[in-house]
């Protein structure tokens, strides 16, 4: 098992361009989340796939961003036309369990900067 | 959305217990109590989780009211390792069984040698 993996680590952007990050789940987890974390905050949901399906997206995701899971397996979360305010941590996380054992695994977490 | 309530910062010293108190006085029957920590520029540990009961694991127990309003996260004996910042969550249905983390500010806890 070698958890949640994210890439790149770090994404420095100026302001406009499109970006592209990757997440790699634990292996046969079904479940796979996005998270935004800006400086001092708690992360927010973005969005949720089951398996290859996106479920539900959250008001913070704009029609600037999209996500994909194809296959099931790795998810991207691709930002078009970066604004200064899309500056954040983004956290991926998967799980797997029954409901009252669910627990969700974090990736490293993606750091955009957008100048 | 269900909402949690947490001190910005604490602090304890090394190998004393620490409680670490969180108010969900929002919390809807379904809603599971999760704790998870967080270091700098890496993404959320898993702590520990509940429903209604108390829950003790290797690495803290859960402490939650009867009325499920509250709860406490509990450190045995803490260390310096334990220092970092502390949310308390709220696991929330969404679709199809799924569900999602409704992360709070978080504690900033500090440990002194």
């Known amino acids: 098992d070698t958890g949640v993996s994210q890439d790149p680590r770090h994404k420095i952007t100026k302001r406009g361009q499109n970006v592209t990050f990757r997440c790699d789940p634990i292996?046969?987890?079904?479940?796979l989340y996005w998270y935004r974390q800006t400086l001092g905050q708690g992360p927010e949901f973005l969005t949720y796939f089951q398996n290859e399906a996106q479920l539900e997206k959250s008001r913070l995701l704009s029609d600037r961003f999209s996500a994909e899971r194809p296959k099931g397996s790795f998810s991207t979360l691709e930002i078009q036309r970066t604004e200064q305010g899309d500056s954040a941590m983004y956290l991926c996380a998967s799980s797997a369990g029954q409901v009252s054992t669910d627990t969700q695994y974090f990736g490293p977490g993606t750091r955009l900067t957008v100048l | 959305d269900a909402k949690t309530t947490q001190p910005n910062s604490m602090e304890s010293n090394e190998e004393e217990p620490v409680h670490l108190p969180c108010n969900h006085s929002?919390?809807?029957?379904?809603?599971?109590i999760h704790w998870y920590r967080q270091l700098p520029s890496q993404g959320p540990e898993y702590v520990i989780h509940?429903?209604?009961s108390n829950v003790n694991n290797r690495m803290a127990s859960l402490a939650i009211a009867e009325d499920r309003k509250s709860s406490t996260l509990i450190l045995h004996r803490a260390t310096l390792r334990d220092a970092a910042v502390y949310y308390c969550i709220l696991r929330v249905f969404i679709i199809q069984g799924a569900q999602k983390l409704v992360f709070g500010q978080g504690t900033r806890l500090t440990i002194n040698p």
């Open positions: 929002t919390i809807s029957g379904t809603d599971y």
């Open positions: 509940g429903l209604t």
């Open positions: 292996s046969e987890h079904n479940r």
